[in-house]
C-alpha cells in the first residue's frame, strides 16, 4: 500500500472513531424492532430493487429483516420476481412486485393502484438512469439527458410528493432519498448524473427541514463507489469500493438522527477534504482526475 494510500487509511479511520465517539456521547443507540416497524412500518416502497448486487435490494434485505413488509418498484420484470421470490422465502414477509417505467409521466396510478390500501411508512428512492458509456455533457445526446431528468428528478418528486403527502396526513413515516457523493460537487464524465444526484440532495435537505415537526423522517444519502456494478468500478483505488451491507447498515440506523448520510470512514474523510481543506474548484479538478483514471478516459 502506497504511503499516500496508508495515510488515508488512517485518517479515515480517525474520522470515524471520532463519529462513533460522536455519535456515543450523544447516546446514539440501534432502534428495535418494534420502534422501527412503528415508526417505519408495516409497508416500505423501495424503488430500484431488481439487481442482486445493487443496494436498493441491500436496503430491502435489511428492511424485511425488521420484519417490514415490501413493494419493490423497479423496470426489470423478471429479476424483481425473483428479489420477491427471495426475500418472501428468507424472511417470511409480503411483498409485492410493482413492474414500472417510473420515467413515464403516467406512472404514478399504477403504482397508487397497489398501495392505495397499504399504509406506507417508508419510502426509499434508489432507482437510477445513467448512460453507462459515460459520455461528456455535450457528447451525451438531448434525449438521454432528458430521459435521465425524467427518472431521477421528476420521478423522485412524484413519489416523494405522494407519499410525503401520505406519511403527514398519518402522522409517521420515512423518506430516504439516495443521491451520491456526485451530487455534492461536480463530477465530470458523468456531468449529467451529478446534476441529477445534486437535485435529489437539494429536495431531500429542503424537505428534511419542512418536515422535521411532523413525525416524518427525512434522509439522504450520498454513497461514494460502492461495489454494486460488477468489474465496472476494477480502475478505482479498492479503498474507496463500500459494500452494500455496511452503506445500508449506516444508513438505516441514522434515519430519525440526521439529514445525511455520508457512509464509511473513507467517503467522510474525502467529504471533509473537498469541503474544508479545498477550494470549491479543486476539489471538481481532483475528481475529474480520478474519474478520468477510473472510466479510462
Ligand atoms: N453503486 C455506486 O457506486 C453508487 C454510488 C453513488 C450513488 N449510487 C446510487 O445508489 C442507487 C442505486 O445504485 P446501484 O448501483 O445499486 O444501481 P442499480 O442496482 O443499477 O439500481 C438502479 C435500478 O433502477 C432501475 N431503473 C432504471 N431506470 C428505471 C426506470 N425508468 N424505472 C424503474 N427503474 C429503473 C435500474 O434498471 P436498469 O439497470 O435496467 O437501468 C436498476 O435496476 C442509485 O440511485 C445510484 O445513483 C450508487
Known amino acids: ?29 440501534e432502534m428495535d424492532h418494534t420502534t422501527f ?3 417505519y412500518g408495516p409497508w416500505a416502497i423501495v424503488t430500484g430493487a431488481a439487481r442482486e448486487e445493487g443496494l436498493g435490494y441491500g436496503f430491502a434485505r435489511q ?19 425473483a428479489r420477491a421470490q427471495e426475500l418472501r422465502e428468507r424472511y417470511h414477509v409480503n411483498v409485492k412486485p410493482v413492474v414500472l417505467d417510473l420515467g413515464r409521466p403516467d406512472f404514478l396510478p399504477q403504482l397508487t393502484a397497489v398501495t392505495d390500501d397499504l399504509e406506507i411508512g417508508l419510502l426509499v428512492c434508489n432507482h437510477m438512469l445513467l448512460d453507462e458509456s459515460t459520455p461528456t455533457i ?6 438521454t439527458h432528458h430521459a435521465m431528468i425524467d427518472v431521477n428528478a421528476r420521478g423522485y418528486t412524484t413519489l416523494v410528493h405522494t407519499y410525503g403527502r401520505k406519511m403527514v396526513a398519518q402522522g409517521h413515516g420515512g423518506i430516504l432519498l ?33 418536515l ?15 461495489r454494486t456494478q460488477g ?25 430519525g438522527r440526521q439529514h445525511l448520510v455520508v457512509p464509511g470512514p473513507i467517503n467522510k474523510l474525502i ?3 473537498t469541503t474544508h481543506l479545498m477550494s470549491r474548484e479543486k476539489a471538481i479538478i481532483s475528481t475529474g482526475d480520478l474519474m478520468a483514471r477510473g472510466l479510462s478516459k
Not at 428492511?63 to 420476481?81: Q, S
Not at 457523493?181 to 427541514?209: R, V
Not at 468489474?231 to 434515519?255: F, G, H, K, Q, S
Request: hydrophobic share 45%; glycine share 8%; no cysteine.
Open 231 to 255: 468489474d465496472n468500478l476494477d480502475n478505482y483505488p479498492p479503498i474507496l469500493l463500500m459494500d452494500v451491507e455496511p452503506v445500508v447498515r449506516e444508513t438505516l440506523a441514522n434515519l
Open 271 to 273: 467529504h471533509f477534504a
Open 1 to 29: 500500500m502506497g504511503k499516500q494510500l496508508k495515510s488515508l487509511v488512517l485518517a479515515g479511520t480517525a474520522v470515524s472513531a471520532g463519529f462513533y465517539l460522536w455519535q456515543q456521547l450523544q447516546g446514539h443507540t
Open 138 to 143: 455535450l457528447d451525451m445526446d438531448l434525449a
Open 37 to 39: 416497524v412503528k415508526k
Open 212 to 226: 422535521r415537526q411532523s413525525n416524518v423522517d427525512v434522509l439522504v444519502l450520498t454513497p461514494g463507489l460502492t
Open 178 to 210: 439516495v443521491s451520491s457523493q456526485a451530487g455534492l460537487h461536480g463530477t465530470p464524465y458523468t456531468g449529467a448524473y451529478s446534476a441529477n444526484k445534486a437535485f435529489q440532495l437539494m429536495l431531500g435537505e429542503s424537505l428534511w427541514y419542512e
Open 63 to 81: 428492511l424485511a429483516g425488521h420484519h417490514i413488509n415490501l413493494v419493490l418498484v423497479d423496470i426489470r420484470a423478471d429479476e424483481l420476481e
